[in-house]
Structure formats: C-alpha cells, structure tokens
C-alpha cells in the first residue's frame, strides 16, 4: 500500500532525526463579483469573490454547527461577512501563533443592533479583549449584521494593514490561518459553545477567476460526489496518524507532567472527530482501537520509538519532529486529491499542526534549546515557526 511506504519512509527520517532510538470540514466556493459591497446583514450572491463553508461536529460541551466566511481584498481593504448557525455572537481570530494567543480577533453580535468588535486574544485560550482597551485602535470602518431566528450574520471592513501592533498584517496571495468559533450567548464575554475550529483562507484578486488556491490545480473547485480509492486510503491514513500523535501526546503527558502535551491531546481529538465525519459522509468507518495501538505495525513500531525518550526535551523534540511529518503528509494529502470537500478538511488540519509546531519549537526556546527541522525545508520551517 502506498500509506504503508509513506511510514516506512518516516521511520527513517526519525531514525536519523537524533530525536529516537531506532526503530471543521469545510466547502469552499467561488465566484466574480458583481454587486456592491453593503454591510447590511445580507450576503449577497455576487457580494463577495469567496467563501468558505466551515462545519463543526458535536462534541463534548458543544452542540456542534456551521459557519460560512464570505470575503473579498482589493488592494486597501478586507471585506468579510460571517454567517453562523447561532443567535449568539460569532467571531474568527486570524493568524494565533499557538492555539488563541495573538490571534486578531473579529467578533460579530446582534441582538437588537449589529455590533462588530476588534479584539486580541493575549492567551492560548483567551481572553480576547477588544483592541482599545490593550492601548490599540478600532479598525473596524464600517460593519453591519442581521438576526435570522436560525442563524446570525456579521459583515465588517477592515485596511489589510491597519498600523495596530493587535492586527495581523493581511497580504494579498497569501494563506492566512485563521480559528473560528460561535456561541449561542450575545454576551462577547461569554464563552463559546456551539462551534470551533481552525483553517485556511487564501486571499486571491478578488475579480480572478483562479480557484480558491491561486494557481493550483483548478480542478480542485469540482465537487467531487464519489471518494476514490486514494482519497480513501488518505483520509483513513490521515485518521490513524492523528490517532498516533493524540495517543504520543497523552502518553508523553504521563511521562512528563507537561501540561502542553496535554492541551494537545484535545487537539488532537478533534482532528481525529473531523476526519472522522468526513469519513462518514462517504460511509467510511474508523477502525475501534485503543489507545497506543495500531492495526498498521510500521506506525505502531514509529509510536513505540517515540516513547523512548528519556527526559522532557527528548520529548519536547519528538513531538515537534511528529508534527513535521504530520505537515508534510497534510501537504502531499491535499496535492493528490481533487476533492475539494477532504482538500479542506485537511487544511485545517495543517492550521492545527502549524500551531502545535510553533508550540513545541518555542517550547524548547525557553529551555535554550534550538530546534533544528528534520523533514521540512528550512524556509517553510521557518515561515511556520516565525508567522507573528
């Protein structure tokens, strides 16, 4: 199987790392603009060039739902509109370095009127604190939303770059990360819990009629109604190798104590749900294991090797060597299928390890420890590892 030689191939790029002892599913959709931007609540056909579809499982302490990214840049502006399936606020964070923290918030609310604030998140896992009250501005221009019963929208326009140290520079042709998350509370202060998650958003001419990726394969913008054989073996694939670093992670968190480990394992958790319900729509099933066992014995033997570090920083630099490999596997994942629904499950999915490689690295910055990557190139290691 070709999953099988993929993890052979792991195997000896962690033989060599020095780090061992051998041995949100989304819908993207895009279109030209042909209508006025208004930021009255109402998403126009023709209002935005894209928009992004996010779904969130149910899962413990959230009921699970659907947010919808609509936007469009000229060469000043950021136009957005959030559609979520709540009466309660609605926000997205772009560009967090590790979970929430320093992630530029936007959160959208209406009840009676439409509010838009600008918020930073100074913590992993907040508070996201509105801009002015942290010695920043509030650089939403204009904004607007609408109540539905069902669901709430949010519209707002924003400079691409503002000047405020608490908002990310957005730059055209690039892809931001970003999270996202909905509560069914119109109080900001209140906790989310209906939805969360994380993903990409590229940020294309807005009159192009490029695909959702630029100059990518433009055959990826098909809906594809039928899983292939390969896009099977990657989103099983994909499953067992995030099973793999939930189960390292718990394992690690045991040995260690450090509390990192275990922030990821929840992570991780959720990765394996969204895949999971990916899998479902194409009427897969997950193979019932339990925790530290795999049914394919190349991975089993990677997990055994990885818990043979022997102290915290041996672990710290296991876990980051996993989360390369686990970057470069989303990569070739995404490059092999033109299903556009797995293409974006899977860039959240790399959202998400981007982060936990930014996590592990700076990790071990604080013990004076330099990171060295082992399986990606230096320059996307460092474009991950540096993003502010």
């Given at each position: 199987?070709?999953?099988?030689?993929?993890?052979?191939?792991?195997?000896?790029?962690?033989?060599?790392?020095?780090?061992?002892?051998?041995?949100?599913?989304?819908?993207?959709?895009?279109?030209?603009?042909?209508?006025?931007?208004?930021?009255?609540?109402?998403?126009?056909?023709?209002?935005?060039?894209?928009?992004?579809?996010?779904?969130?499982?149910?899962?413990?302490?959230?009921?699970?739902?659907?947010?919808?990214?609509?936007?469009?840049?000229?060469?000043?502006?950021?136009?957005?509109?959030?559609?979520?399936?709540?009466?309660g606020w609605l926000a997205i964070g772009f560009e967090p370095t590790e979970?929430?923290?320093?992630?530029?918030?936007?959160?959208?609310?209406?009840?009676?009127?439409?509010?838009?604030?600008?918020?930073?998140?100074?913590?992993?896992?907040?508070?996201?604190?509105?801009?002015?009250?942290?010695?920043?501005?509030?650089?939403?221009?204009?904004?607007?939303?609408?109540?539905?019963?069902?669901?709430?929208?949010?519209?707002?326009?924003?400079?691409?770059?503002?000047?405020?140290?608490?908002?990310?520079?957005?730059?055209?042709?690039?892809?931001?990360?970003?999270?996202?998350?909905?509560?069914?509370?119109?109080?900001?202060?209140?906790?989310?819990?209906?939805?969360?998650?994380?993903?990409?958003?590229?940020?294309?001419?807005?009159?192009?009629?490029?695909?959702?990726?630029?100059?990518?394969?433009?055959?990826?913008?098909?809906?594809?109604?039928?899983?292939?054989?390969?896009d099977a073996d990657w989103m099983l694939f994909i499953w067992k190798e995030?099973?793999?670093?939930?189960?390292?992670?718990?394992?690690?968190?045991?040995?260690?104590?450090?509390?990192?480990?275990?922030d990821l394992v929840r992570s991780e958790q959720s990765h394996m749900d969204?895949?999971?319900?990916?899998?479902?729509?194409?009427?897969?099933?997950?193979?019932?294991?339990?925790?530290?066992?795999?049914?394919?014995?190349?991975?089993?033997?990677?997990?055994?090797?990885?818990?043979?570090?022997?102290?915290?920083?041996?672990?710290?630099?296991?876990?980051?060597?996993?989360?390369?490999?686990?970057?470069?596997?989303?990569?070739?994942?995404?490059?092999?299928?033109?299903?556009?629904?797995?293409?974006?499950?899977?860039?959240?999915?790399?959202?998400?390890?981007?982060?936990?490689?930014?996590?592990?690295?700076?990790?071990?910055?604080?013990?004076?420890?330099?990171?060295?990557?082992?399986?990606?190139?230096?320059?996307?290691?460092?474009?991950?590892?540096?993003?502010?």
């Open positions: 199987m070709i999953r099988d030689d993929l993890v052979i191939l792991i195997s000896v790029l962690l033989l060599f790392s020095g780090c061992i002892q051998p041995e949100e599913q989304q819908e993207v959709a895009e279109s030209v603009v042909s209508e006025e931007w208004q930021p009255d609540g109402i998403v126009g056909v023709n209002e935005y060039s894209h928009s992004l579809k996010l779904y969130s499982p149910a899962r413990q302490g959230y009921t699970g739902g659907v947010m919808t990214i609509s936007w469009k840049i000229d060469d000043e502006y950021l136009y957005m509109a959030l559609n979520g399936s709540t009466r979970w929430m923290r320093d992630a530029d918030m936007v959160l959208g609310v209406v009840d009676g009127n439409a509010r838009v604030l600008d918020e930073y998140s100074t913590g992993n896992y907040g508070p996201h604190i509105e801009d002015t009250l942290l010695g920043g501005t509030d650089d939403i221009l204009e904004y607007g939303g609408k109540s539905y019963g069902t669901h709430t929208v949010a519209e707002f326009r924003r400079r691409l770059d503002t000047g405020d140290r608490f908002d990310k520079v957005l730059r055209l042709g690039k892809d931001v990360s970003i999270i996202w998350a909905m509560s069914d509370n119109t109080d900001p202060s209140v906790k989310h819990n209906i939805a969360y998650g994380e993903g990409l958003i590229y940020l294309g001419m807005t009159q192009s009629s490029a695909d959702i990726h630029g100059s990518r394969d433009t055959s990826r913008n098909n809906i594809t109604q039928n899983v292939t054989q390969n995030e099973k793999a670093a939930r189960d390292l992670y718990e394992s690690l968190y045991e040995r260690t104590g450090l509390t990192l480990f275990l969204q895949i999971r319900s990916l899998m479902e729509r194409y009427g897969m099933e997950t193979p019932d294991l339990e925790r530290g066992v795999f049914d394919n014995q190349t991975l089993q033997g990677i997990y055994n090797d990885l818990l043979s570090i022997s102290s915290d920083d041996d672990a710290l630099r296991a876990a980051a060597t996993f989360e390369e490999i686990s970057i470069s596997d989303l990569e070739r994942a995404i490059s092999e299928t033109s299903n556009k629904e797995a293409i974006d499950v899977y860039s959240g999915l790399l959202a998400g390890s981007r982060k936990h490689l930014r996590s592990y690295v700076r990790d071990l910055e604080d013990r004076g420890i330099e990171y060295t990557p082992v399986y990606l190139s230096r320059s996307e290691f460092d474009e991950i590892v540096r993003a502010a």
